[in-house]
């Protein structure tokens, strides 16, 4: 089997879903990209084809937790739906806390808990409360795909109505714009991979440094955490090279078992352009692009 028949095989399976085939906004919407919403509410369809991999691999961490702890006296998979708002499916519930389980990587574990994560896991608290379950606690649950049982994040926090309705007035204002919203993701890192809308009906933010103000907590946070490591690392790096050069003719071992020695690494190997270029008699080198990366810029 090549790599093409499996991903066909993964996304087909992902297709047959009833969640897949959802049209309606659900709670998971609550926060994502306004233009992307506004445009999911029209019933616009999407032309770009995004990446399903991280989202399928998250369906199967789901489903073996479900197995895990099914016949219990808890509400698994609990699909709700009140009318006039967006319908939701309750990952997990008993005694009056929501659990929803969520899917992260390793690298992404200090900004776990986002805005947008407490919108969605307060809105389900919410929708279970309109049907009169009472609930007194939310619970976001983070599993690493890439970590282990040690990694597995749990922010727990009293349910907040006003947090829900806050989420749910923000869908309405997105639902009631005549005009397509600002769109609020970067196309490098984010629009081309994971938005269905990306290309014809959307290119993204534009490099307007200016922008729209950043007030996620979490993104607030990493921002501030960046720019401080950059300064840390410059020093750090100047700190190091001060160090080699206090070593430098110095070999052996200190007297904490440290060992000092230096060896000679080859240069790099690189094309000779001047005489492949002569080698062709003077026709253009042929050049290979590799794939594009981005650039993250703090200031």
């Not at 739906?81 to 009056?96: N, R």
């Not at 997105?174 to 959307?202: H, I, L, M, W």
């Not at 840390?232 to 090279?241: R, S, V």
Request: with cysteine.
């Amino acid at each position: 089997m090549d790599r093409q028949t499996l991903i066909a095989a993964l996304i087909a399976k992902d297709d047959s879903r009833a969640r897949s085939k959802q049209t309606a906004i659900g709670v998971s919407s609550l926060g994502d990209c306004r233009r992307k919403v506004w445009h999911m509410n029209r019933g616009d369809e999407g032309t770009n084809t995004t990446r399903r991999l991280a989202a399928i691999m998250g369906t199967a961490i789901h489903a073996a937790i479900e197995a895990a702890i099914e016949g219990t006296d808890a509400l698994i998979e609990h699909r709700v739906e009140v009318e006039g708002l967006p319908p939701a499916t309750i990952d997990y519930f008993k005694d009056g806390e929501v659990i929803d389980w969520k899917t992260i990587t390793m690298k992404n574990r200090d900004y776990f808990v986002t805005k947008q994560k407490r919108w969605q896991i307060q809105t389900y608290g919410y929708l279970l409360s309109q049907t009169g379950v009472p609930v007194h606690t939310v619970t976001l649950v983070g599993i690493p795909r890439d970590g282990s049982e040690d990694d597995i994040l749990i922010h727990s926090e009293r349910y907040d109505e006003t947090i829900a309705l806050e989420a749910l007035q923000w869908l309405k204002d997105v639902q009631a714009a005549q005009e397509p919203p600002q769109p609020e993701r970067d196309p490098a890192t984010f629009c081309k991979s994971y938005c269905p809308f990306y290309g014809n009906q959307c290119n993204g933010i534009t490099k307007d440094l200016e922008g729209e103000p950043i007030t996620d907590p979490s993104a607030m946070n990493a921002a501030l955490r960046y720019k401080e490591l950059n300064v840390q690392i410059k020093q750090l790096e100047g700190e190091k090279d001060a160090a080699k050069t206090a070593l430098e003719g110095v070999s052996g071992i200190t007297i904490d078992g440290i060992k000092v020695s230096w060896s000679e690494i080859s240069g790099r190997s690189t094309p000779d352009l001047d005489a492949i270029e002569k080698a062709l008699n003077g026709a253009p080198i042929p050049m290979k692009t590799g794939s594009p990366s981005v650039r993250l810029n703090i200031k």
